[in-house]
């Protein structure tokens, strides 16, 4: 059986400001605290940032997009029991915005599968409170130009293993999450998986790809494992990956550091400021790199008044899926052939 190409882009989208700040506070300085992320949010717009990301997945054209830090900010007025429930106000519904930046570019993405994770309302000091949704998401290529692979089995899951702080001097737990979509071409299967590791706390990640490497993960296919591991090459979690088989693609066909993080929290330094290289996309099994990039890293990227679109790089690769007389699991599944609404799982 011939073999097939895919190109994937793993990109952390940024929740738009530095949310650490309103964990594990004192309940009366909390409400100055979100005020203060809320203010940020707006300042590092993510319409005008989505605009840049668009052009440039719309440049490489990935057959798959990973997305991390994937929002829904939304606004909300609490009224007395009485009364009707306030409306909530959605003010960035980062995959909606995202989705109609590259339609007006004439792209067509749909989410093949989207895991929801933090979902926590916050008293802001002025103003309604505020709400943060965090997801992540796999989106596949549609339309004529696509390339013509089936697809199927969504899967979506929670972390048992996560961090456990405080919030509003309650017991918090940051809920980390991870997706997951099969694809087939010529007869060759490969399993694609995005996650986000936990940032606060590296003890925990090796326990959270534990999960995947014992969930998702535990598969005949070959396997792309990509997304943001808030882990540097050389760390715990990225030796728990290389003793499973897992490759780096930076390793196998990058050039130069391959840094992918480390913008500051307004996007608006003057260098590209990236310093940590925690975005991978890593293959296990018949999967050959044939070339990895940086995107989002050239002055060009930024928006007209300087923003970066992301305090991330997004990380692209090209790979060669297969080997001759591979058998096929997913043998008479329909293609899709149009976009289908969006599936969520779990």
Not at 59 to 69: K, N
Not at 197 to 206: G, K, R
Not at 245 to 274: H, I, K
């Amino acid at each position: 059986m011939p073999k097939f190409a895919l190109s994937i882009m793993s990109w952390n989208l940024y929740l738009g400001a530095d949310v650490s700040r309103v964990l594990a506070v004192d309940s009366a300085l909390l409400p100055a605290r979100v005020a203060a992320v809320w203010d940020t949010v707006n300042r590092t717009d993510f319409r005008a940032r989505a605009k840049k990301i668009a052009a440039a997945i719309c440049r490489e054209r990935p057959d798959v997009v990973a997305l991390q830090e994937l929002c829904r900010w939304s606004s909300l007025y609490r009224r007395p029991l009485r009364q009707y429930p306030s409306p909530e106000s959605v003010e960035y519904d980062f995959l909606s915005i995202l989705l109609e930046a590259l339609a007006a570019r004439g792209e067509t993405y749909f989410a093949a599968a989207r895991s929801r994770g933090i979902d926590v309302l916050l008293p802001a000091s002025q103003g309604p409170d505020i709400r943060l949704e965090d997801s992540l998401a796999l989106l596949l290529r549609a339309g004529r130009q696509a390339n013509g692979f089936e697809w199927a089995k969504p899967q979506t899951g929670h972390f048992a293993a996560n961090l456990r702080t405080t919030l509003d001097g309650e017991p918090f737990e940051i809920k980390r999450n991870w997706a997951s979509v099969d694809l087939l071409a010529n007869g060759q299967e490969v399993r694609i998986i995005t996650t986000h590791l936990e940032y606060f706390s590296p003890a925990v990640q090796p326990a959270q790809l534990a999960e995947i490497l014992d969930g998702p993960g535990k598969t005949s296919k070959a396997v792309i494992l990509t997304g943001d591991f808030n882990s540097q090459p050389g760390s715990p979690a990225w030796q728990t990956l290389k003793n499973a088989g897992y490759m780096d693609s930076w390793e196998s066909a990058g050039t130069g550091p391959g840094q992918t993080s480390g913008r500051d929290e307004e996007l608006r330094s003057p260098q590209a400021a990236l310093r940590e290289r925690i975005d991978w996309i890593m293959c296990r099994g018949p999967v050959e790199v044939m070339h990895a990039s940086l995107v989002g890293t050239g002055l060009s990227d930024r928006t007209a008044d300087g923003m970066w679109p992301s305090d991330h790089a997004g990380l692209s690769a090209r790979v060669s899926v297969g080997q001759a007389g591979a058998p096929s699991g997913l043998a008479g599944m329909e293609s899709v052939q149009q976009p289908p609404a969006l599936i969520e799982v779990g």
